[in-house]
């Protein structure tokens, strides 16, 4: 599923599972996830480790 209207999503879905060879990597609530995502123009992109996604912009980075 893809889309940018998280409130459809949260009607559509249960708790979100992501699986990686039979282990449990993620057991969460959409609300759960979105507590813990932030969205932010940076200038720099530092700490991989704790980006997910960067794409590059005009004003440096959108992670």
């Given at each position: 599923?893809?889309?940018?209207q998280?409130?459809?999503?949260?009607?559509?879905?249960?708790?979100?599972?992501?699986?990686?060879?039979?282990?449990?990597?993620?057991?969460a609530?959409?609300?759960?996830i979105?507590?813990?995502?932030?969205?932010?123009?940076?200038?720099?992109?530092?700490?991989?480790?704790?980006?997910?996604y960067?794409?590059?912009?005009?004003?440096?980075?959108?992670?």
């Amino acid at each position: 599923i893809s889309t940018h209207q998280v409130r459809d999503l949260e009607s559509l879905i249960d708790p979100i599972i992501i699986l990686d060879n039979s282990e449990i990597l993620l057991n969460a609530t959409t609300e759960e996830i979105a507590e813990k995502l932030c969205f932010k123009n940076v200038i720099t992109v530092t700490d991989h480790q704790k980006v997910l996604y960067s794409e590059h912009s005009l004003r440096g980075f959108q992670s």
